[in-house]
T-cell receptor, first 111, second 114 residues
Framework: AQSVTQLDSHVSVSEGTPVLLRCNYS??????LFWYVQHPNKGLQLLLK??????LVKGINGFEAEFKKSETSFHLTKPSAHMSDAAEYFC?????????FGTGTRLLVSP | NAGVMQNPRHLVRRRGQEARLRCSPM?????VYWYRQLPEEGLKFMVY????????ESGMPKERFSAEFPKEGPSILRIQQVVRGDSAAYFC????????????FGPGTRLLVL
């Protein structure tokens, strides 16, 4: 069965500093992996998607993620945080036509 | 091209009433998925439907919950005799095809059971 573990429930950064949101996955086959973002009381927006092409995936709003098979990781990064990045971030693995979500990481950005 | 549409956005029901949540997929998408998000938790898969067919309902509670995606019209998630524990955000997603396809999410319906 597919699963993801988001290692931090909360991450706090200052505006302009780098962001790192950690995710480890478990999958019995080559997975499709996603990062979605959810702003308060909003729906989910797709940030980026990995599907066994390039291991470094670039997404929207300056985010990117690197697929590391040896470490079973798919961490999300951004070089410089912006106040508008404050939200909940979900690492997701695709498993047999349904998505399996991590428990989420709340990103807090201070001025 | 309009995104996934859900209505209502907010729904208040008293215990024992019925809740009907509607989802219109993106144009050209024939696959619909429903997820539930309890407070402070991630989303949990409930059901996967194609037109007139339930493909996977492994995440649906055994009682009171049902879903359909008729040939015409939106997909409906129906909760009968709601209880306080049903209070959650219910999200619908759609995709054009099958496995590994990106799913696009609607804004959700926030159900509050009093």
């Amino acid at each position: 069965a597919q699963s993801v573990t988001q290692l931090d429930s909360h991450v706090s950064v200052s505006e302009g500093t780098p962001v790192l949101l950690r995710c480890n996955y478990s999958s019995s086959y080559s997975p499709s992996l996603f990062w979605y973002v959810q702003h308060p009381n909003k729906g989910l927006q797709l940030l980026l998607k990995y599907t066994s092409a390039a291991t470094l995936v670039k997404g929207i709003n300056g985010f990117e993620a690197e697929f590391k098979k040896s470490e079973t990781s798919f961490h999300l990064t951004k070089p410089s945080a912006h106040m508008s990045d404050a939200a909940e971030y979900f690492c997701v693995v695709s498993g047999f036509q349904k998505l399996v979500f991590g428990t989420g990481t709340r990103l807090l950005v201070s001025p | 091209n309009a995104g996934v549409m859900q209505n209502p956005r907010h729904l208040v029901r008293r215990r024992g009433q019925e809740a009907r949540l509607r989802c219109s997929p993106m144009k050209g998408h024939s696959h619909v998925y429903w997820y539930r998000q309890l407070p402070e938790e991630g989303l949990k898969f409930m059901v996967y439907l194609q037109k007139e067919n339930i493909i996977d309902e492994s995440g649906m509670p055994k009682e009171r919950f049902s879903a359909e995606f008729p040939k015409e019209g939106p997909s409906i998630l129906r909760i009968q005799q709601v209880v306080r524990g049903d209070s959650a955000a219910y999200f619908c997603a759609s995709s054009p095809g099958t496995a590994q396809e990106t799913q696009y999410f609607g804004p959700g319906t926030r159900l509050l059971v009093l």
